[in-house]
């Protein structure tokens, strides 16, 4: 950040959540242009105090009076108080960048992945507000993009392995406590999930729908139509919950509109931004969750042929979902703004 740059004021609304503590650290560690940074949260948090570059900043209470003189609102405080409190933001003059997914469908408000549609981005204007994408959908469009701009992509078949910090603070809680439980010996008690997460995959994020669907797997289905502005693509997901910290995992079936050989995949993803290939089965390298915690890149591996089709990839996808799932996201999308539109 040179001297004379310009600043910006800077509220996190839920800055003491899960997604919330990771847009501390990544603003820090990306060395945001920040002149002020106003921290927001409910009654309960009021007055806590959280630590950003050695300095110790009080949280307030997010309110429709909270967004006087701020430029970036960064939202991440669930759908409800997104949709209570970001018109006011947007009001008030700042642009807000939503995590939930209160606004991710409205067709006025677009929904951006750097990487992959930063063009999206004008129609800020529409709304005052830019929504982020579902952290299963973005760590997948990473690294499909090079693959779609290429040979196009005719349908995706997706099963994820998500960390159950995509559900907040209390499932880290209730993953810890419930291993902790086992290996004394007790009873574990489930409350955040319907049943016991450790040792157990569930089947289930979100709530379920009518079609048979869950809502996650719904999000992926749709928001990916919105992001590729195709809604031709057939795409179908299953959605698991498995009992895993930090880090996303996906198996991602593609079949494309032309032939693509896994050796041009490799090639292609080898150098596309935000992707870190990591795909040397003779070394059994591979993307694995515990490596993407903390990482702002999605690893992709396992690229092979499908061979039941004419025209089908496989890949494995990792990302950590707080991380590019969220709070990285983000904050690139405020980068970008800042510097086109800003
Ligand atoms: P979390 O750890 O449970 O944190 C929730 C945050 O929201 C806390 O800061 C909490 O403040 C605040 N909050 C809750 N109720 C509030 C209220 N009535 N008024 C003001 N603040 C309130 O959850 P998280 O994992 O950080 O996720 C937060 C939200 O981010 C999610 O609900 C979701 O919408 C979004 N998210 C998006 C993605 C994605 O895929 N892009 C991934 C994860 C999360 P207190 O500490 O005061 O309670
Ligand atoms: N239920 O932002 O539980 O739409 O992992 C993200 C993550 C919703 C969202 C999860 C969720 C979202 C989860």
Redesign the pocket.
């Known amino acids: 950040m040179s001297e004379n740059q310009k600043k910006y004021n800077v509220a996190i609304?839920?800055?003491?959540?899960?997604?919330?503590g990771a847009m501390l650290d990544v603003l820090d560690r990306r060395d945001f242009p920040l002149k002020e940074l106003r921290l927001?949260?409910?009654e309960?948090?009021v007055g806590k105090k959280l630590l950003f570059r050695g300095e110790e900043i009080e949280v307030q209470l997010?309110s429709k009076d909270a967004f006087k003189d701020i430029d970036i609102a960064l939202f991440?405080?669930?759908?409800t108080?997104?949709f209570d409190y970001a018109p006011a933001a947007a009001a008030a003059g700042a642009v807000v960048i939503d995590?939930?997914?209160a606004y991710r469908m409205d067709p006025d408000v677009p929904l951006v992945i750097p990487e992959v549609n930063p063009h999206a981005i004008a129609q800020y204007t529409n709304r005052g507000i830019i929504a982020?994408?579902?952290?299963s959908t973005?760590q997948m469009l990473v690294a499909l993009k090079p693959i779609l701009d290429k040979v196009g992509i005719k349908r995706l078949v997706i099963s994820t392995y998500q960390a159950v910090?995509?559900?907040?603070?209390?499932a880290i809680e209730e993953l810890d406590s419930q291993v902790k439980a086992y290996a004394a010996g007790k009873s574990m008690d489930a409350s955040v999930y319907p049943h016991q997460i450790a040792f157990n995959c569930l089947p289930h994020i979100d709530s379920f729908l009518e079609n048979g669907y869950t809502k996650e797997e719904m999000k992926m289905v749709n928001e990916t139509r919105k992001i590729f502005e195709d809604d031709s693509i057939g795409i179908t997901a299953t959605t698991v919950r498995v009992p895993v910290f930090y880090g996303h995992s996906e198996s991602v079936n593609i079949e494309t509109k032309s032939k693509i050989t896994a050796a041009e995949v490799k090639e292609l993803l080898s150098s596309a931004p935000g992707v870190k290939l990591v795909d040397n089965t003779d070394d059994l390298k591979y993307p694995m969750a515990i490596d993407c915690a903390g990482e702002f890149e999605t690893l992709v591996g396992r690229i092979r042929e499908d061979e039941s089709i004419d025209n089908g990839i496989n890949l494995w996808v990792v990302s950590d979902?707080?991380l590019k799932?969220?709070a990285l996201?983000a904050v690139q999308i405020a980068e970008t703004f800042i510097a086109e539109y800003k």
């Open positions: 609304a839920g800055a003491t959540g899960a997604v919330g927001l949260a409910s309960r948090s997010l991440s405080a669930g759908a108080r997104s995590n939930s997914s982020n994408p579902n952290c973005i910090s995509g559900t907040g603070a209390k979902n707080i799932g969220a996201n």
